[in-house]
């Protein structure tokens, strides 16, 4: 399954905290802003075009040195905070 952001996010740096703010009609269906760590960040940028689980695992473990069943633990968390923040298509 692919997973993709909606559109209507910009991501900024507000202080040592990076933040995906919402723009646009997303303001009225997303309140608040969501923060973002550097691997969060990273697996961000992938959901602009899209990605299947397995790409944003893979990207995790080519960055970090995390195993692969960890980094799917993460991966799938992260997924299920974007679902339930209504951040996904």
């Known amino acids: 399954m692919e997973y993709k952001l909606k559109d209507g996010f910009v991501v ?3 202080g040592e905290q990076i933040m995906a703010v919402p723009v646009g009609k997303q303001t ?3 309140h608040g802003m969501i923060g973002l760590t550097e691997s969060a960040e990273l697996l961000w940028n992938k ?3 899209g990605a ?20 799917a633990q993460d991966v799938k968390k992260f997924l299920e905070g974007l679902k339930e923040q209504g951040a996904l298509i």
């Open 28 to 30: 009225s269906e997303i």
């Open 52 to 71: 299947e689980e397995s790409e944003l695992v893979k990207i995790i473990t080519d960055t970090y040195e995390v195993d692969e069943n960890q980094a």
């Open 12 to 14: 900024r740096k507000i």
């Open 47 to 49: 959901l602009k075009t």
